[in-house]
């Protein structure tokens, strides 16, 4: 089966820095379009950034300039760089993305099961 496993979350000082890993599994023979997602206790899940297959990236406004995502298709691994962490950057960070699995199945809105960030004041 295809499997989306993000990696590198923990527990940080304010100003610190992670960097979350997003890596496909045996099973998928591509990502696409890869988004990151994070979601508070009590919060409804929110867009942080996503990046196309050619590479083009997008950030949700508070993590602008902090957060960079970047990918490495050759490990099949989409990366969230995330500097200059706040409290408020506290939650499960997951995975999204389009892909296709080995025997051509394509899969859209993929989702992992999430890291824990949290960022101690």
């Known amino acids: 089966q295809v499997q989306l496993e993000e990696s590198g979350g923990g527990l940080v000082q304010a100003g610190g820095s992670l960097r979350l890993s997003c890596a496909a599994n045996g099973s998928i023979f591509s990502l696409n379009a890869v988004g990151w997602f994070r979601q508070a206790p009590g919060k409804q899940r929110e867009y942080v950034a996503g990046i196309t297959s050619g590479g083009s990236t997008d950030y949700e406004r508070s993590v602008n300039g902090r957060f960079t995502i970047f990918r490495d298709n050759a490990r099949k691994s989409v990366y969230l760089q995330m500097n200059g962490l706040k409290p408020e950057d506290t939650g499960v960070y997951y995975c999204?993305?389009?892909?296709?699995?080995?025997?051509?199945?394509?899969?859209?809105?993929?989702w992992g099961h999430g890291t824990q960030v949290t960022v101690s004041s």
């Open positions: 999204n993305a389009d892909l296709m699995a080995e025997g051509g199945r394509m899969y859209y809105d993929y």
